[in-house]
């Protein structure tokens, strides 16, 4: 296999040695994740009725006649004056085509060519693009998309997953799965190469500007995760799928495969568990396997952050160096170390494209992709790679302690998460020996602010009653930086997604 020359072993070493410090840490983790999507082809599928495909919402899509393709130019930006403080624009970061290659005609074109999006970066904001694939077969794709963009001004940093099965525009080629972009790249010897065409995708389809692309690989992910001797994932939802009972048995055989059930709460994942929790969607979809990956990222970032990860440092490095190719520059681990110590992790939103952002359809050959609705994924793309919202910064404000009273473990990580998800500050967690079952929201504040603890419960499904400025017998004494008290009791629902809870 004939490796993108624009990305090498090489400047993955340059990477490593600055991004494992400040905010570098967690981009690493980003990468070793991402190669986790393309699902295993040799797992049996549970023999099922046959039943009709449905949408995951709207109504069936009926393309448009083909127009004639007229090339309208795409404006050129003029670059904003960068404040000198951070001082440093990626190379190519001005390049915006004036016209775009149009489709191969003898390809064809399936459906109606879309124009090209307004671009929605801007030059306050820098963008990472992690590809994930299993290089070991011959023909890849990447099929694992996020995009992590970075904002020095205020300290942003957003996690978006894109779906693989977006029916999207390829410059010079055709429409096609936006997963097939990086190896036609690839193997057509496209201007830019491989990564320059998933950059033009990108840019064509979603005004996303693209800085640098890192390509990764899930051989190494098992290993990674040992490595670090596991890690603590907080489950939302519970989960079913098929999991080979142990590593070494033949997936070939179907006695070789068993239900196994993952329950909401702090669980702690080996290699082999986390590969099969962020892979596994046969009992599922594309759309919560991207919740699920999001996990991953949360406790892959905070174990890979953690001091206690200092001594295996020499050993990720290697299994790093085996999994990880980039085009990231010197130049830019310079930047990230220079701005690395300033990186907060209550600032990091995570994001993704849902169901009602897509419309189902089912090309002329047979298969089952996804169109984007534009009209509902550039404001979501302008969201995450915008500043912090004034309502984030406000909540940030705001200290809150989550008590434990529900009898479940680790439900007080779930209700933190949930908190952290739109911007609390959550300051203490613990767990109570008293099970209550009802959950309360204690306003300890000198002046209450019922209004406030009502948006509160809202985002974490309760009940408006559940406010209360009295504080209950089992919490002795509120700590003294405490503005709430969330008491978590049996009938909190942990399950949320946290891209549609803001």
Known sequence: MTSDA?????????????????MGAGLVALGLLFGLARRDRSQPRPVMTPTPYRPPS???????????????????????PTPEWWGW????RWAIPESWPGPDWRVGLPTALPRPAPV???????TFLFLGSDRRQKLFRTDAIILVSFRPADGAVSVISFPRDLYVFIPGWTVSRINTAYYHGL????????????RDTMLYNFGVRIDYVTLVDFNGFRKFIDALGGIDVDVACEYTDWRLKAPDLDPNQPSSWALYTVKPGRVHMDGDMALWYARARLRSSDFDRNRRQQEIVRAIWAKLTSPRSIPNLPQLFRIAMESVETD????????????????????VRFYRITPNMVR?????????????????????????LGPLPPAWQQRQALRIVVYNSSGHEGWEDLAAWRLEAVGYNVVAQQTLEAVVPHS???????VPKPEQGYQILQHLGLPRDAYTTTVPALVHEPPRDADLVLIVGADYQPCFDPNLAR
């Open 6 to 22: 624009s990305l090498s072993t090489r400047g993955w070493t340059l990477v490593f040695q600055g991004l494992l410090i400040g």
């Open 328 to 347: 990231v520059d010197w130049e830019a681990v310079r930047w990230l170390l220079h701005l690395g110590g300033g990186f907060d992790f209550s600032k």
């Open 89 to 92: 624009i990626p190379p190519g």
């Open 187 to 198: 193997i057509s010897n496209y201007p830019r190469g491989a990564a320059g065409l998933m």
């Open 440 to 446: 309360w929201l204690v306003d300890v504040r000198d």
């Open 120 to 126: 929605v970066t801007d030059v306050d904001t820098y």
């Open 58 to 80: 709207g109504t069936p899509w009926t393309p448009s006649p083909t127009p004639a393709i007229t090339q309208t130019p795409t404006p050129s930006l003029t670059p904003t």
């Open 360 to 384: 189902a359809w089912q090309t002329p050959d047979g298969g089952r992709v996804l169109l984007p609705r534009r009209e509902r994924i550039i404001p979501m793309l302008r969201e995450a």
